[in-house]
């Protein structure tokens, strides 16, 4: 099994920056692909970033991309999702998420998930 519990959300205003930490434990190994989505009232979850612990396969979402960077310390099993020039739509409960042995970006490839940390971007 795998935990992953995150942290960081919070209230910001429109242009500011949050950043997202999520802890793995148990069973993780190099070969889990991270991966952080988010879920706004109403709308399905999305992909919004994800990465490999080995720092390859990165991958971001359309709507995120040159604002949020996704990160990770495999030696500490943490995971970050650096978010900036933060909008109003980007409001939203942010998961963190593991799956293992392959990098798919759709939420059903993931069979980990964190209880979720809600960030809200004010206008």
């Known amino acids: 099994q795998v935990q992953l519990v995150e942290s960081g959300g919070g209230l910001v205003q429109a242009g500011g920056s949050l950043r997202l930490s999520c802890a793995a434990s148990?069973?993780?190994?190099?070969?889990?692909?991270m991966g952080w989505f988010r879920q706004a009232p109403g709308k399905e979850r999305e992909f919004v970033a994800g990465?490999?612990?080995?720092?390859?396969?990165?991958s971001y979402g359309d709507s995120v991309k040159g604002r949020f960077t996704i990160s990770r310390d495999y030696a500490n099993k943490t995971v970050w999702l650096h978010m900036n020039s933060l909008k109003p739509e980007d409001t939203a409960v942010y998961y963190c998420?593991?799956?293992?042995?392959?990098?798919?970006?759709?939420?059903?490839?993931?069979?980990?998930w964190g209880q979720g940390t809600q960030v809200t971007v004010s206008s």
């Open positions: 998420a593991a799956q293992y042995g392959s990098s798919a970006t759709t939420k059903s490839a993931f069979q980990y």
């Open positions: 148990g069973r993780i190994s190099s070969q889990y692909y």
């Open positions: 990465l490999g612990w080995g720092g390859v396969r990165v």
